[in-house]
Every structure is written in C-alpha cells, then in structure tokens.
C-alpha cells in the first residue's frame, strides 16, 4: 500500500516536471549548455515527438488528449530552445555533439546538396502539407462545433426530460460539448506555433550555412571546402534533427483534428474494421493489381499483393458468412425453445399496468444490442419519473404486436390505449420552426404535434447547425411513453404502490403514518387523495408533508376533495415555483360572478361532490378563459386564480377543454410570490 508521503511526493513531480521543463526551455536560449547534454536533449525530442504521435492513434475522443494544444506549444518551444543551442554550438565550436554530426554525415554523405534538397522537402511537406491542413481542419471543426452546440445542448436536455440520461450525466455531456469546443478553438491557434516553426528552422539553416562559413573563413582562417563542408554538414544535421520531430508532431496535430467523434476504438481498429468490411472491395483490389502484371511492370509485387488482397478477401468472407449462420441458429434455438415452454392459464388472467406494443419494424430497436435500446432507456424513465413525481412505477412489459402496422407502437395503461405513433428506424427526427436544409420525409411529432422530418443519420450535423432539436427514434418512443405516464400517473398508482410509499416514510417518519392510516383514514382514501395529486401533475414526492396535512385536515372532514386541496396548500412553494418567474405570477382570475355561479352549482352526495353547471352557463366560462388564453404573450403558460372552494370543480370543468391549464387557488401563494392579473375569466 501506498504511504501518503509517497503519493505527495509523486503528485509534486507529476506537477513539477511540466513548469520545470518551460523553465529550462527558457534558460536555454541564453545559457550555453555542454554538446553531450544536448545529445541528451534532441534524443529527448525526438523520443517525446513519437510518443505524442502514437497516443493520437489510440485515443478515441479528442477529449482524451485535451491537453494537446498546450503540449504543442510547449514542444514548439523545447525545440527552438534546441535550435538556439545547437547554433550557439556550430558557431562557436564547430561541435554540435554526436546526434547533430550523425545525422548530418548519415543523410548528407558526400553530397551537400543532396542533404539540403532533403531538408527542403521535409520543411515543404510540414509547412505546406500537413500543417496546413491540420490548422484548416482545426479552423473548420471549431466553427462547426461552436454553431452545433445550441442543438447537442437541446439535445441533451430532451434526453433528460424523457427520463434517458440522468442529471449528473447531462451536466458531464454538456461539460464535454464545451471542452471540445474550447479544443478545437485552442487547436486553431495552435496550428500557428508548428507553422511559425518550419520558417523559422529554414531561416535558422540560412544564417547557420552564412554565418558559419563567416566564422570559418574569416574568424578561423579554414579553407573554403573545409568551411563549408564542416558547417554545412553540422546545419544540416542540425536541422534535420529538430525537423524530424516537427514533422511527426505536425502529423500527430493533423490525426488529432481528424478524428471523428463517436469512433468507439483506436485508428488502426478503426481502419481494420472498415477497410475489411466490405471482401468485395479486396477482391476488385486483387483483380486491379494483377492486372498491373500484365502493363509490362515488375510482375511479381503486383502478383503478390494480388493473391494476399483475394486470399484476405476469401477468408473474410468465410468469416462473415459464419456469424450470421450462427446469429441465425441461435435466434432459432430460441424460438424454438420458447415454444416448448409449458404455458399457464394464469398468464391470461389480468392485464399489464403498463405495456408498450411495437409492430415487427420497430423489434430491432428493442434489445438490440448495439447502443442504448428501448429496453435500457425505460429503465431511465422509470428513474426520472420517481424523482420527478415520486411515483414508483411497476415494469413496464415490452412486446411485439403482429397486428400493428410494421413501424408503429402503441402504449397501454391498465390495457386500454392512451397514446400511439409511428417511427422510422435508423432515422432521426429533425424538430425546429424554420424549414431544414435537409431533405427528409415530414411527418409530425407523435408527442406533442409538432411539425418534424425524418432524417437520415448523415444529414443529422447539418439539421443540428440549423438549431433543429434531432433525437432518434428509441428517444421519440421513450419520450412519448413519459409523457403518456405523466398524463395517466394517477391510473398507474395502485394501492400496493401506495403501501411501498408508506412503508418507506414509516422507516424514517413512522409517527404521522401511525396517526394517520389506518385511524383516521383508510388507505384506499390515501391513495385517492394522492391520485387526485397526480392528476393535476402534483408531485408526491415530498409524501412526508402530504401525509401531515392530511392528518391535520382529516380529523375534521373526510371529504377526499377538501383533503386533496389541504394536500395542495401544503404543497404550494413547490406546485408554484415552476410558474413563477423572479418572483411574479402572471395569471387569469376567475371573476367573482363565475365564483359564485360554480359554487351555487356544487352538490353535496353521499359519494362526493361533483359539479352540475348549467351547459350553457359552462359554454360561456370555457369560451371565456380560451379567448383569454388565446391574448396571452407565446410561450407563457395558462394559469387561472381561483378560491380555494372553486379551485377544483374549476379545474374538473376545463381539463378536457384546457388540457395544460394550471389552476391554482390564493391559498397556495406563498406570502413572498407576487401576483400581476393578466386576464379576468367571467361570464
């Protein structure tokens, strides 16, 4: 085991060496270093060139060398600190130590031209090649991605919403989206220190050759073969030696920029996967290249590469062919085995609290396998929904319905039908106001009706760079199936959930559920009060202060509509706060007239209360409060002021006419909310 002096002393290396290197970068354009230590040194840079350009083969996200651009400028100026040095040394010694001499005499020989010529070309390959490209793709890529990131952060809230991702991950995604952003931004500028660099080192080389045969003629009295032959020798060398890893880190900038996001493994898997995807290609690729045998070329390369292409192919095909006969006899034995399975009379008695029913087009989507499926987002969901309305849902049974139309699905809650709609696999859905630059196939949005298109995964960048909100379809299914829940919670909430719920606030609170079930009520009247809530999308989350209030309230009244209304006061900061924005509520009231007229209009039965308005009385209030909700500014939400005895038969009158309408009694204000009339409701 680690002793914690041990890891200190390790973290202050491992946030030493980088500040500690810069310093001696630095101190190095001034201070004269020995030949040997510089021998130590270019070894160095060369060896750190190769182990950046390896790491970008194998990262898979761009993110996970985020420190890239830091690390180019900090190279970029280790390597001209070598530079200075190096000159410092020819010119003054006429030694540059063993490597710069190596080079030279290795590549240069007895041509010094030839060594020159070498150096060029490798300085017009990184200046002109792939620095510039690497710094045009870098320029490219930030701009896309600071336009697209309006739509990947939509996105990623729609994914939320709809239960598929949890708070923490979206903020990580959302931290994500702007690093690599900022990446991109950061690999833009610098792409700038490793071009700056390639002209410096053709200058460098320039006063090297000058300023050397200067020294030697002038200064030294050499003879001008000598002169130019030793420093020439030493500049090239020299400079092959710090443009050798210039090039490799220019390179490396270049694969960095290129990655695509999303591949899921290194460079040379991505390659071998999809160069050997396709055995047709290398069977065209074999017959090419023997075809070159016979143009008069040397005929046994092109024969070689030829029989290993169609020897490649032929076993990759063999390959391919053998996992989908066993993919295929393994759905067989399944089925198979699934016949054979004794079945129960039972299994047909009763039915599923929650089904979702897809047609045969959509089965692959369900467990496929490959990503996140269906199955694994409804188990988000089911999460999300316990955290947004504290309501505990049962499993939710997925199967498929041969009588439904192939890309259609259908949701039931306690068997009967509450929601439909239809999607198209391996599309996506483009939502936004203005027309796409896409072509795709219009439809509407099964969830909330808004016009949409179906997209093909490849044009999903372009409609997300227009703002469009693209989502696939397991998300559209997994988002209408929320919605539908959110709108029948109260049919979901059966007695045993309610007894789950109370069995939990009884491990922490045990006193106000002894008080209250079963004394003061039974638990059947528990679970109406509380699907009344859910009706009105109240979350029960905070059951605790529920059940208070029900305690308070039921020792007087047994009334489940007045409990439901002390539940709701009790409740009011949180069913308020989404409706308040800097502390103002902008709502309808319900004039005193219409008040007094649905209260005159309640009766009073053994079995409850319930309103009976007169019909043409009830035209008049719904013709009110939708011309009021029609002058309301876009985008706000309908909410209508009531008291709190007219609250819920207001509320009962208008939820078929106003599906999304808010009514809120005064009881529920808290004292610090304002309140600003914006329409008046009335007969």
């Known amino acids: 085991m680690t002793s914690a002096p041990s890891r200190s002393r390790r973290m202050f290396v491992q946030d030493a060496f980088v500040p500690a290197g810069a310093v001696v970068a630095v101190l190095m354009l001034v201070i004269p270093i020995p030949a040997a230590l510089l021998d130590i ?41 070598l530079e200075v040095t190096a000159t410092r040394l020819i010119l003054l010694d006429g030694n540059a130590g063993q490597v710069i001499q190596t080079f030279g005499q290795f590549v240069v020989g007895n041509n010094l031209v030839v060594g020159l010529i070498i150096f060029i070309i490798l300085v017009v390959i990184q200046f002109v090649v792939i620095t510039r490209g690497a710094e045009r793709v870098s320029e490219v890529a930030a701009r896309f991605t600071l336009d697209a990131m309006p739509g990947k952060q939509m996105a990623i809230d729609a994914e939320m919403n709809a239960g598929l991702i949890r708070e923490d991950e979206a903020k990580q995604r959302r931290r994500d989206i702007e690093r690599e952003a900022d990446f ?18 053709i200058l460098i080389v320039v006063v090297n050759i000058i300023g050397g045969l200067i020294v030697g003629l002038v200064q030294r009295g050499l003879p001008i073969a000598t002169a130019l032959s030793t420093y020439t020798i030493l500049t090239v060398g020299e400079a092959l030696t710090t443009q050798i890893p210039a090039l490799l880190l220019s390179t490396a900038a270049g694969m960095i920029v290129t990655r695509v996001v999303g591949q899921e493994s290194s460079l040379g898997g991505e390659m071998w996967q999809q160069l050997t ?12 290249m023997m075809a070159l045998a016979l143009l008069g070329l040397p005929p046994l390369p092109p024969l070689l590469l030829g029989v290993g292409a169609w020897v490649a192919a032929w076993r990759l095909e063999r390959r391919q062919q053998a996992v989908r006969q066993d993919t295929a006899r393994a759905a067989e034995e399944e089925r198979a085995a699934a016949q054979r399975r004794p079945e129960s009379a039972l299994s047909y008695i009763g039915v599923d609290t929650i089904e979702l029913e897809v047609g045969m087009g959509l089965v692959p989507l369900v467990g496929s396998g490959e990503g996140v499926d269906i199955k694994e987002r409804v188990h988000g969901l089911r999460r999300q929904l316990a955290a947004e309305l504290g309501l505990i849902l049962a499993p939710v049974r997925i199967r498929d319905n041969l009588e439904l139309e192939m890309n259609r699905y259908r949701i039931r809650v306690r068997g009967a039908e509450v929601a439909s709609g239809e999607v198209l696999p391996h599309y996506y859905l483009a939502m936004g106001t203005a027309p796409l630059p896409v072509e795709g196939i219009d439809t ?42 959110r709108r029948h919670a109260a049919e979901v909430l059966s007695r045993q959930d309610v007894q789950t719920l109370l069995d939990h606030v009884r491990t922490t609170q045990p006193a106000v559920v002894q008080e209250l079930v079963p004394d003061l009520l039974s638990l059947g009247e528990v679970q109406r009060v509380l ?13 605790p202060t529920i059940l208070e209030a029900l305690a308070d309230r039921a ?43 649905i209260r005159d209009a309640v009766e009073h039965t053994d079995g409850g209360s319930y309103l009976n308005l007169d019909p043409a009385v009830a035209q008049r209030l719904l013709g009110s409060l939708q011309d009021e909700i ?12 009531a ?21 809120l009694s005064y009881a529920e204000l808290a004292p610090e909310i304002s309140v600003k009339t914006v329409g008046v409701v009335n007969l």
């Open 643 to 663: 008291s709190p005895l007219v609250r819920l038969y207001f509320k009962r009158l208008t939820e078929r006419a106003v599906r999304d309408l808010s009514v």
């Open 277 to 288: 995807a396709l055995p047709r290609v290398l069977y065209i690729t074999a017959v090419a």
């Open 41 to 81: 040194f270019l070894i160095l840079n060369i060896g750190l060139a190769i182990t950046v350009l390896v790491s970008t083969m194998f990262v898979r996200q761009v993110l996970e060398l985020s420190v890239f651009p830091s690390l180019l400028l900090l190279t970029t100026l280790f390597r001209l600190a």
């Open 184 to 201: 991109y931004g950061a690999m833009d500028g610098a792409s700038k220190f490793v071009r700056g660099d390639a002209i410096a080192g």
């Open 444 to 485: 509407e949005d099964p969830v909330f009706g808004v016009p949409a298109t179906w997209i093909r995964p490849d044009q999903r960048e372009r409609a997300e760079l227009a703002g469009a909100t693209v989502i696939d379809a397991p998300s559209v299914v997994v988002t209408h199936l929320a919605e539908a829940l």
């Open 531 to 543: 699907s009344n809530l859910l009706r009105e999308r109240v979350s029960i989350r905070d059951l």
């Open 630 to 641: 029609r002058r309301l500014p876009p985008g706000q939400p309908p909410v209508v002021l």
């Open 555 to 597: 020792r007087a009244t047994r009334d489940l509509d007045l409990l439901t209304e002390a539940a709701r006061q009790a409740l009011g900061r949180a069913i308020c706060r989404p409706l308040v924005q800097q502390g103002v509520l902008q709502g309808l009231v319900l004039a005193p007239a219409a008040e007094t007229a």
